[in-house]
């Protein structure tokens, strides 16, 4: 019979899949919104490429952020923690807003299950509040990031046109943007994959070295396998409702907007990734939604303005990104507290 901490283990890793799978449904639309929206690619094609450099991204680079989920924040995350965080991040992604069609940030969803699980385990004076603090104003800077790289390559791309007289109709000039776009697509996703399978899989960093006997790295690779085919999954199967929201609701796109907000949203979770993890040794987790929503907002208003901006659907996924954190926060000091009672664990 299998002890209470055995137990956590394996219940912790089926929400870890199945946090896996919330990611791949509800993020699949960051990487492939653009091309979708301008019309270049299906949504089928569009998340077979999102699965595919995903995983790329997951395996090459995967752990310069799973190392900041899995002890950059807290010191370490046991069992009954790492089932805690897992499970609470996914009852909110996937019960609540991917149900609804909203695409909130699963980064956010995440570090807000750890906060919780980290203050009531070991209080607010031994949580790293630098890396906290970093990670936070992440969250504020890479949608701003965004929102002018995609306005400036914008503008710098009709410029080029102008000057160069361009026919923008012509059937040569729309295939050679559209590869582009699609090359773009597969450079978010990889970024994606960089940055977001520790929001799977990253609490598990500290358990998988100590009960494989293997390196932090090794650990963090396989982890990393195990959360990508989770991604695949979701942005097979549940990932086309919310690509549906974000490539037609926000902003008209075509494939000159669509081609500057998809390159401005990669660079930016890319660079946030490994910069920061070369100067400070921690990738920051960066919300990857809020980076492909700064991109659509400025390539809309460099292309039509304000006016050009859903404001409504705009205001929506603000609401739900600023609720998520001490929502999910809430959620995991509740589990985690009524794991201590009830069953005694640490």
Not at 68 to 79: A, F, H, K, L
Request: hydrophobic share 55%; with cysteine; charged share 10%.
């Amino acid at each position: 019979m299998l002890d209470v901490e055995s137990a956590l283990l394996i219940l912790g890793l089926v929400m870890s899949f199945v946090m896996a799978v919330s990611l791949g449904g509800n993020d699949a639309a960051e990487p492939t919104d653009c091309a979708v929206g301008a019309g270049v690619i299906s949504i089928r094609k569009a998340v077979i490429l999102f699965a595919i450099f995903t995983a790329v991204g997951a395996l090459t680079q995967g752990f310069m952020v799973m190392k900041t989920v899995g002890r950059g924040i807290v010191p370490e995350i046991s069992i009954a923690g790492a089932f805690t965080c897992v499970t609470a991040a996914a009852l909110w992604v996937l019960l609540i807003a991917s149900r609804i069609g909203i695409d909130i940030s699963v980064t956010h969803s995440i570090i807000g299950a750890v906060v919780g699980y980290g203050l009531l385990s070991y209080g607010w004076n031994n949580i790293n509040h630098y890396i906290l603090f970093m990670t936070i104003l992440s969250w504020i800077t890479s949608p701003l990031t965004s929102i002018i790289l995609a306005y400036v390559f914008y503008r710098i791309i009709v410029y080029i046109i102008e000057r160069m007289n361009i026919d923008v109709y012509s059937p040569k000039f729309e295939k050679t943007l559209s590869a582009f776009l699609i090359g773009s697509l597969a450079f978010s996703a990889y970024s994606f994959g960089m940055n977001d399978i520790a929001n799977a899989t990253g609490v598990y960093v500290t358990i998988a070295s100590k009960l494989g006997r293997m390196p932090d790295y090794n650990a963090m690779l396989a982890l990393a396998a195990f959360g990508s085919v989770g991604i695949a999954v979701g942005g097979l199967t549940i990932g086309p409702k919310v690509i549906s929201t974000m490539a037609f609701k926000v902003t008209r796109l075509n494939v000159i907007s669509g081609f500057a907000a998809e390159l401005s949203n990669a660079l930016v979770v890319y660079l946030f990734t490994t910069i920061p993890y070369h100067l400070i040794g921690f990738g920051l987790p960066i919300s990857t939604s809020l980076a492909s929503a700064g991109s659509l907002i400025g390539v809309g208003i460099a292309s039509g303005g304000r006016k050009s901006i859903n404001k409504e659907i705009a205001f929506r996924l603000a609401s739900f990104w600023v609720l998520t954190v001490p929502a999910t926060m809430a959620i995991s000091a509740v589990i985690y507290f009524l794991l201590k009672v009830l069953l005694h664990v640490v």
